[in-house]
């Protein structure tokens, strides 16, 4: 047990250009079915997230219901043999369905997707992923982000030096 918990602290892997891109509105916790030369990809650290997304689709022979599905890049396992994974297969997440129904609500506007903002391993060992509704940003927007941080960073540093 000890050894899960070094490994829940060490593994986060961030969507860096998230906070850059977009607004964020909600966020949600989902986890992953995932094979198992994938989690020792993840174990590894060797996830990309810049351009991954979500999606809604109908459930097979249930079309009133639906599923989330993360588009996203897990490398391959350095180790794996023949039966190694397909680095951009789409994985199902695991949310109920009362969460998917507010996630379905919220993403009907226009401009409105659902990213991944960073994913982690808990402390029971399992993989997840913190996914978010997200709205797009223009360029002056981001811009204005950009000022904010650098204003708000030269004022820490200000205080910093004084105190």
Partial sequence: MYFCNIMAERINIRNKKAYHDFFIEDKFEAGIQLYGTEIKSIRAGKVGLTDSYCVLLPMPGKAERKEMWIKMNISEYSHGNLNNHEPRRDRKLLLKAREISKIERKTQGKGTSVIPLRIYINEKG?????????????????????????SKREMDRVMKKNN
């Fill in 126 to 150: 399992l993989a997840k992923v913190e996914i978010a509704i997200a709205t797009g940003k223009k360029q002056f927007d981001k811009r204005e982000t950009l000022k904010q941080n650098d």
